[in-house]
């Protein structure tokens, strides 16, 4: 079983990007990124990104990405 994901960050956020249909909302904070279901505002999951900042989604909404210092990575962003 997955974990249950925290309801809300417990550092700053720093940045969010919003998906492409607007249902998904990604934000990053120190303690690292969440993915909100956008109309409810409820965390649905936790990605297991913590360094990357915060980048797009993919067109298709699928894919949420993030850059390192030396990479570019992509979560999925229905299972993390």
């Known amino acids: 079983l997955l974990p249950?994901?925290?309801r809300r960050?417990?550092?700053p956020v720093h940045a969010m990007t919003?998906?492409?249909a607007g249902d998904r909302l990604a934000s990053r904070?120190?303690?690292g990124f969440l993915i909100w279901d956008?109309?409810?505002m409820t965390a649905v999951q936790v990605t297991g990104?913590?360094?990357p900042h915060a980048?797009?989604?993919s067109p298709d909404g699928?894919?949420?990405y993030g850059a390192l210092a030396t990479a570019v990575v992509g979560v999925d962003a229905a299972s993390g």
């Open 18 to 20: 919003l998906s492409p």
């Open 38 to 40: 956008a109309p409810q």
């Open 55 to 57: 980048g797009p989604f």
């Open 4 to 6: 249950e994901p925290p």
């Open 62 to 64: 699928r894919t949420l």
């Open 29 to 31: 904070a120190g303690d």
């Open 49 to 51: 990104l913590k360094e």
């Open 9 to 11: 960050h417990r550092e």
